[in-house]
């Protein structure tokens, strides 16, 4: 898969302050990818240079293979953290206006402002002013101007703020439909539940620096700790813990189960398989639950960030 994005060794300073440190990311094709980072740590400054707000002190970034030029903007659609919509404008007028401003005649914005309207189901919203709707309305006012002209680069910053869990679910699944159409998607968030579910690439950016970054599967590989979650029942579970921490590395699990039962964490040594593990505990009792605990993009998150 080709990249559509690359950032390659960028560098900001603001003053004494530098914001970037020597950053490349590589954004595939077709994918959505995670920028994540602990507030401060420099991700909406590269976000600002991939949207020529500010110009990076060193380094370049390319587009489709292109170096990043002016005439890309009409090529990136960016929800921003902060909202910027106008209060006082009809959400039809601000949205016709914003969509001029992309490159689409009039015509053209009103057949896609229709087709966006009817499907978030918002089409008698179009005389209203912007003050008068909640948080979470203006959200998706935003959210449509930002896909309108159809870019080959979406970035979003934090686009669940304001929504509740039904049009969070909404707005992911126009995101995963999106890339599934052929866009590409920069997603910046602190909701790492939200990486989970969405992001097939991620970089981690902490006090200016990238330092880690990769596909999700492979990140989380990386962390991986050879530990299983077991639950068993057997009729002396005093007995059966004793000889399992004299084979394995063993430590007491939290889950919830109907039944009483043993539950362990049991951690294999590098020439052990899950396998041999299975194998043992069927000897000795019924396993009722059995899951390897893979860290979670939080857990990652906080590990690395902490260690750095």
């Not at 990136?76 to 914003?98: D, F, H, T």
């Not at 929504?163 to 909404?170: E, S, V």
């Not at 590098?270 to 605990?293: A, C, M, Q, R």
């Amino acid at each position: 898969m080709s990249n559509l994005l690359e950032v390659n060794k960028v560098s900001k300073k603001f003053g004494d302050f530098k914001a970037l440190n020597n950053v490349s990311i590589s954004v595939p094709k077709g994918s959505i990818f995670g920028l994540l980072g602990p507030n401060g740590a420099g991700k909406t400054t590269l976000i600002r240079i991939i949207n020529q707000i500010t110009i990076p002190d060193s380094g370049y970034v390319h587009l489709d293979g292109e170096p990043l030029k002016e005439h890309h903007i009409k090529d990136i659609g960016y929800l921003p953290e902060e909202r910027g919509l106008y209060k006082s404008m009809k959400v039809g007028e601000q949205a016709l206006y914003l969509a001029q401003l992309k490159g689409l005649s009039k015509t053209e914005a009103k057949t896609r402002l229709k087709y966006w309207f009817e499907r978030l189901e918002i089409g008698d919203w179009w005389n209203k002013k912007i003050q008068e709707l909640s948080k979470g309305m203006a959200q998706k006012i935003q959210f449509v101007v930002t896909v309108l002209h159809q870019p080959k680069l979406l970035i979003f910053d934090e686009p669940f703020s304001g929504f509740d869990p039904i049009n969070a679910n909404l707005i992911k699944d126009e995101i995963l439909r999106l890339r599934d159409e052929g866009a590409t998607v920069i997603f910046s968030t602190h909701r790492m539940e939200s990486v989970e579910e969405l992001c097939d690439d991620i970089a981690l950016i902490n006090k200016s620096n990238k330092i880690l970054d990769g596909k999700l599967a492979d990140v989380k590989r990386q962390y991986k700790i050879n530990t299983f979650e077991v639950g068993i029942r057997a009729s002396d579970k005093d007995i059966l813990r004793k000889e399992l921490e004299q084979k394995f590395a063993v430590s007491e699990a939290k889950f919830k189960t109907l039944e009483d039962e043993l539950k362990l964490n049991i951690k294999l040594k590098e020439n052990e398989t899950p396998n041999d593990l299975l194998s043992y505990l069927t000897s000795k009792g019924e396993v009722s639950h059995f899951i390897e605990l893979i860290p979670s993009v939080n857990d990652i998150f906080i590990q690395t960030v902490k260690n750095n």
